[in-house]
């Protein structure tokens, strides 16, 4: 349930920060924002997603 709940927010959060209009989004001008965010997305996606296969097999 934790790994599901992780990958679903980890591609909500992706879709969030994602470019619009050809414009970041403004948190991604900051400083740690710019590397701390893709790289938290990319870990609970990661995480959730061997949860789930973890629990499958």
Do not use: C, K, Y
Not at 20 to 36: A, D, K, Y
């Amino acid at each position: 349930m934790i790994g599901a709940f992780l990958v679903v927010l980890s591609i909500a959060l992706l879709w969030v920060f994602l470019p619009r209009n050809g414009q970041s989004h403004r948190w991604m001008e900051l400083p740690f924002f710019e590397t701390g965010v893709p790289l938290v997305i990319i870990m609970a996606f990661s995480t959730g997603l061997t949860m789930v296969i973890d629990r499958i097999f």
